[in-house]
């Protein structure tokens, strides 16, 4: 069947693709092209607060929301409301059944470092990595749907599904799915290889990264500014004071406190519609926390409004659950049944059965570099000495505490998760919630019944009443094996930026997209 929903969009799309314009300041408003011509290119300096890990777009980490949408382009886009949009995909087909969909892809495109044409082939070996258990990272989960695919033609890919898949799920994929040009997929984690409207110029590791504009960029028009000169900086004080000095025009991905200070001194912030769920990310594998009772302890161990306030100057919810408020998945009688209560957690903490040695014997991993994690590590550090747990926190900085995180070679630590406000099951992408390949709770996964629960929701459609129980089976099984305890929800890829400069454009993960941006007269 043609997805009826979409069917103007289609018939839209060339002048959706070929003037994708810049969103006016606030959230949410509509692109206004009047903005676009009006804006002057150059190079924009960007201060962020670590380094990348590697240009592989599949590598979805944080730490690379800043260069993803820069070097690459989705199959499908979300506007900030959450509708799907053609982008290097024209248009989409889903199946009377719901088990295939095929996507026509655009005929004009090419890949910025190569030259190379954008075909189906290209669509197809990324596929091929993304499956791959090994290879696929971030990605990975989010192809346990597909069965297989096929290129009918250069520009076409029908993607198989082992069953039918509700339709908000496929989208889901297709917007997750940025393609990576076949002939670079191995050397990817070092040298992009996307559509983007930027390439790589130069780069000095834990330093800078470069880019430049991609002239043969496919949307007519963009981008408007000639570079994009990303600057590390330690911490979100030196960025912001880099700001206010003039020796940068933005600062993405810092705090929240900075933003609410630099906001009411005059400055641009912008706060896009993906939030992340900060969550105390526990290794299971690991004592003392292979204690189920002494894990579900730490949901009543968690101050949340406290972490909610003082860290991230109450931007954001309160949650006790994985969802954002808009997920279907979310309930918020747990954020009630879940509430601190340090009475509670002692009950829990006796019934494990561990002395008060064995319970301390453990080191919280803190992200330095990261304000927000120190202050909400010690809410917690003090929280637990008043329960009889008196820790140390392992304070890392930069690449020494990502390259730990991902390795999961912790006890436990704080880590945002993202794809929250999307098909419940996508938050198997994010490390910690991985059902295969976990770097944290490794293969065979140790929560068996996690695992199920997440097939459930996958593969249970029809009724309504069947859909929510999959659901709410999904959050007790979270709430019982007490893995991952989540606090709040908080804005990720912060924009501060310098009132010369217009012409964003929100994406729906928080992700930069600078194409559309460029200073004002």
């Given at each position: 069947?043609?997805?009826?929903?979409?069917?103007?969009?289609?018939?839209?799309?060339?002048?959706?693709?070929t003037?994708?314009?810049?969103?006016?300041?606030?959230?949410?408003?509509?692109?206004?092209?009047?903005?676009?011509?009006?804006?002057?290119?150059?190079?924009?300096?960007?201060?962020?607060?670590?380094?990348?890990?590697?240009?592989?777009?599949?590598?979805?980490?944080?730490?690379?929301?800043?260069?993803?949408?820069?070097?690459?382009?989705?199959?499908?886009?979300?506007?900030?409301?959450?509708?799907?949009?053609?982008?290097?995909?024209?248009?989409?087909?889903?199946?009377?059944?719901?088990?295939?969909?095929?996507?026509?892809?655009?005929?004009?495109?090419?890949?910025?470092?190569?030259?190379?044409?954008?075909?189906?082939?290209?669509?197809?070996?990324?596929?091929?990595?993304a499956?791959?258990?090994?290879?696929?990272?971030?990605?990975?989960?989010?192809?346990?749907?597909?069965?297989?695919?096929?290129?009918?033609?250069?520009?076409?890919?029908?993607?198989?599904?082992?069953?039918?898949?509700p339709?908000?799920?496929?989208?889901?994929?297709?917007?997750?799915?940025?393609?990576?040009?076949?002939?670079g997929?191995?050397?990817?984690?070092?040298?992009?290889?996307?559509?983007?409207?930027?390439?790589?110029?130069?780069?000095?590791?834990?330093?800078?990264?470069?880019?430049?504009?991609?002239?043969?960029?496919?949307?007519?028009?963009?981008?408007?500014?000639?570079?994009?000169?990303?600057?590390?900086?330690?911490?979100?004080?030196?960025?912001?004071?880099?700001?206010?000095?003039?020796?940068?025009?933005?600062?993405?991905?810092?705090?929240?406190?900075?933003?609410?200070?630099?906001?009411?001194a005059?400055?641009?912030?912008?706060?896009?519609?993906?939030?992340?769920?900060?969550?105390?990310?526990?290794?299971?594998?690991?004592?003392?926390?292979?204690?189920?009772?002494?894990?579900?302890?730490?949901?009543?161990?968690?101050?949340?409004?406290?972490?909610?306030?003082?860290?991230?100057?109450g931007?954001?919810?309160?949650?006790?659950?994985?969802?954002?408020?808009?997920?279907?998945?979310?309930?918020?009688?747990?954020?009630e049944?879940?509430?601190?209560?340090?009475?509670?957690?002692?009950?829990?903490?006796?019934?494990?059965?561990?002395?008060?040695?064995?319970?301390?014997?453990?080191?919280?991993?803190?992200?330095?570099?990261?304000?927000?994690?120190?202050?909400?590590?010690?809410?917690?550090?003090?929280?637990?000495?008043?329960?009889?747990?008196?820790?140390?926190?392992?304070?890392?900085?930069?690449?020494?505490?990502?390259?730990?995180?991902l390795?999961?070679?912790?006890?436990a630590?704080?880590?945002?998760?993202?794809?929250?406000?999307?098909?419940?099951?996508?938050?198997?992408?994010?490390?910690?919630?991985?059902?295969?390949?976990?770097?944290?709770?490794?293969?065979?996964?140790?929560?068996?019944?996690?695992?199920?629960a997440?097939?459930?929701?996958?593969?249970?459609?029809?009724?309504?009443?069947?859909?929510?129980?999959?659901?709410?089976?999904?959050?007790?099984?979270?709430v019982?094996?007490?893995?991952?305890?989540?606090?709040?929800?908080?804005?990720?890829?912060?924009?501060?930026?310098?009132?010369?400069?217009?012409?964003?454009?929100?994406?729906?993960?928080?992700?930069?997209?600078?194409r559309t941006?460029?200073?004002?007269?």
């Open positions: 069947m043609k997805n009826r929903l979409f069917r103007p969009l289609r018939v839209l799309g060339a002048a959706l693709l003037a994708t314009m810049p969103l006016a300041i606030s959230v949410g408003l509509a692109p206004n092209t009047a903005i676009a011509q009006e804006l002057k290119g150059g190079a924009l300096k960007v201060a962020v607060l670590a380094d990348m890990t590697n240009f592989d777009p599949q590598q979805f980490s944080t730490v690379n929301f800043f260069l993803i949408k820069n070097l690459y382009d989705s199959l499908v886009e979300y506007t900030p409301d959450g509708q799907a949009i053609p982008s290097l995909a024209t248009e989409w087909t889903i199946a009377e059944d719901s088990t295939s969909v095929l996507v026509k892809l655009r005929d004009d495109v090419t890949f910025g470092a190569s030259g190379n044409p954008f075909t189906s082939e290209d669509v197809a070996a990324t596929l091929v990595k499956s791959d258990p090994a290879r696929g990272k971030n990605v990975y989960a989010t192809m346990a749907i597909v069965k297989d695919w096929e290129t009918p033609d250069a520009h076409s890919v029908k993607i198989n599904f082992n069953a039918p898949v339709e908000r799920q496929i989208l889901d994929l297709l917007q997750f799915m940025i393609p990576i040009e076949a002939a997929i191995d050397t990817v984690e070092d040298i992009p290889a996307g559509t983007g409207a930027y390439v790589l110029d130069n780069r000095a590791v834990g330093q800078s990264i470069v880019l430049k504009k991609n002239p043969n960029y496919w949307r007519a028009g963009e981008p408007t500014l000639d570079t994009l000169e990303f600057t590390i900086f330690s911490d979100d004080a030196s960025a912001s004071a880099a700001l206010e000095s003039g020796a940068a025009d933005v600062v993405y991905g810092g705090t929240a406190r900075s933003a609410v200070r630099l906001e009411a005059g400055y641009q912030v912008l706060r896009g519609p993906g939030p992340l769920t900060q969550v105390f990310r526990i290794n299971a594998t690991r004592e003392p926390f292979t204690n189920e009772k002494f894990r579900q302890a730490f949901s009543y161990l968690m101050d949340r409004e406290g972490i909610l306030k003082v860290g991230y100057a931007l954001g919810e309160v949650v006790a659950l994985p969802w954002a408020p808009a997920s279907p998945a979310f309930d918020a009688s747990y954020t049944k879940l509430a601190f209560n340090i009475d509670q957690a002692k009950v829990l903490l006796g019934e494990s059965g561990l002395t008060p040695e064995q319970q301390s014997d453990w080191k919280l991993l803190t992200y330095g570099t990261d304000q927000a994690a120190v202050t909400i590590s010690q809410i917690l550090q003090s929280t637990l000495s008043e329960a009889g747990i008196n820790i140390e926190l392992d304070i890392r900085q930069g690449s020494e505490y990502i390259d730990a995180q390795a999961g070679d912790f006890q630590t704080f880590g945002a998760v993202g794809n929250i406000q999307k098909f419940p099951s996508r938050v198997a992408t994010n490390s910690i919630y991985r059902v295969v390949n976990n770097p944290v709770l490794k293969d065979p996964h140790p929560f068996p019944e996690y695992v199920e997440i097939k459930r929701v996958e593969s249970t459609s029809g009724p309504a009443d069947a859909v929510q129980a999959a659901y709410d089976n999904l959050n007790e099984v979270l019982k094996a007490a893995f991952a305890i989540p606090t709040n929800t908080y804005d990720t890829g912060l924009i501060v930026a310098s009132p010369n400069l217009d012409g964003f454009t929100l994406d729906m993960d928080n992700l930069l997209v600078a941006l460029g200073f004002k007269e």
